[in-house]
């Protein structure tokens, strides 16, 4: 079945760019997704890539796919404290309603 | 305009009773997802809805979950005779169709415990 797998801590420091890396084992796999979960909250979608593209940029994010690898990272430039929360990466497939298979998530501590 | 609710947003319930948990969708979405959130299992994919239809239950741990969707709205996922292994938030996703990017909007979830 699939797995998704991502280190489960960051630390940062605040105004430095932040890395997190995903990687997956479907090779069917669509569309690739990072959610970001602030504590007590639900989950927010911060971006999401086609699996034909390798670099997707928005605002401080920076989206790059490496299929061939199957591996995934987010970006984040100028990180701020409100940026500390846990990332999800996920992927789906078309094919399979668009369900989503999430990664383990990482923590990422932004400190001042 | 509104996103996601969920309803309860906390239940505590004891071991063998039933739960009923609720999901208000995105107005116009036509899929709907239900996900679980555990310290132990991560997040894992239960049941997706198009329209009223269930294509895919495969993550349903058990016979004791169920669900439903009545017009192509609110969702209701059921456990019965619950288990303290049930305890976890409850997420429920909407997003506009199932097909393409399918960009899923989650809700805050229902945190359940069973004791």
């Known amino acids: 079945g699939e797995d998704v797998e991502q280190s489960l801590f960051l630390s940062v420091r605040e105004g430095d760019s932040s890395v997190i890396n995903c990687t997956y084992t479907?090779?069917?796999?669509?569309?690739l997704y990072w959610y970001k979960q602030e504590p007590g909250a639900g989950l927010q979608l911060l971006t999401y890539?086609?699996?034909?593209?390798d670099m997707k940029q928005d605002q401080r994010l920076t989206v790059l796919l490496n299929k061939k690898d199957k591996h995934l990272s987010l970006r984040i430039a100028d990180t701020q404290t409100g940026d500390s929360a846990i990332y999800f990466c996920?992927?789906?497939?078309?094919?399979?309603?668009?369900?989503?298979?999430f990664g383990t998530g990482t923590q990422l501590k932004v400190e001042l | 305009g509104a996103g996601v609710s969920q309803s309860p947003s906390n239940k505590v319930t004891e071991k063998g009773k039933d739960v009923e948990l609720r999901c208000d969708p995105i107005?116009?979405?036509?899929?709907l997802y239900w996900y679980r959130q555990s310290l132990g299992q991560g997040l894992e994919f239960l049941i997706y809805?198009?329209?009223?239809?269930?294509?895919?239950k495969s993550g349903l741990p058990s016979d004791r979950f169920s669900a439903e969707r009545t017009g192509g709205s609110v969702s209701t996922l059921t456990i019965q005779r619950t288990q303290q292994e049930d305890s976890a938030v409850y997420l429920c996703?909407?997003?506009?169709?199932?097909?393409?990017?399918?960009?899923?909007?989650f809700g805050p979830g229902t945190r359940l415990t069973v004791t």
């Open positions: 996703a909407s997003s506009f169709d199932s097909q393409g990017a399918g960009e899923q909007y």
């Open positions: 479907d090779s069917s796999s669509t569309y």
């Open positions: 890539i086609f699996s034909n593209m």
């Open positions: 996920a992927e789906s497939s078309t094919g399979g309603g668009n369900k989503l298979t």
């Open positions: 107005s116009g979405h036509t899929a």
């Open positions: 809805f198009q329209g009223n239809s269930a294509p895919d």
